[in-house]
């Protein structure tokens, strides 16, 4: 088992920036691949990051590439996630996610990974 546990969620002005972190306790970090995903109301969850075991391979959505940044310190087994430029619409309750390297499991769906956080909530203001 695997547990995490998110922090840095908060309320920002649209144009600036906030760091999501996620910490991880329970199994060897580095062992997991790790991801971040965004739920509004009213929607479904949605991907919206991931990274590999190192900070080499990372995936982004479209509607955040170039804008947020994931990367990972295996050392104090956390990962972040930086959102620059937010805008309104990125506003949603943001859950980190983890799933073992060793499973072979690939893509960014939401069930492709196995462990989630209880959630911080961002919210962008117009």
């Known amino acids: 088992q695997v547990q995490l546990v998110e922090s840095g969620g908060g309320l920002v002005q649209a144009g600036g920036s906030l760091r999501l972190s996620c910490g991880a306790s329970g199994r060897t970090f580095s062992n997991y691949a790790m991801g971040w995903f965004r739920q509004a109301p009213g929607k479904e969850r949605e991907f919206v990051a991931r990274?590999?075991?190192?900070?080499?391979?990372?995936y982004y959505a479209d509607s955040v590439k170039g804008r947020f940044t994931i990367s990972r310190d295996n050392a104090k087994n956390t990962v972040y996630l930086q959102m620059t430029s937010l805008k309104p619409e990125d506003t949603a309750v943001y859950y980190c996610?983890?799933?073992?390297?060793?499973?072979?499991?690939?893509?960014?769906?939401?069930?492709?990974?196995?462990?989630w956080g209880q959630g911080t909530q961002v919210t962008v203001s117009s």
């Open positions: 990274i590999g075991w190192n900070n080499d391979v990372t």
């Open positions: 996610a983890a799933r073992p390297l060793r499973s072979g499991s690939t893509g960014s769906g939401v069930r492709s990974f196995d462990y």
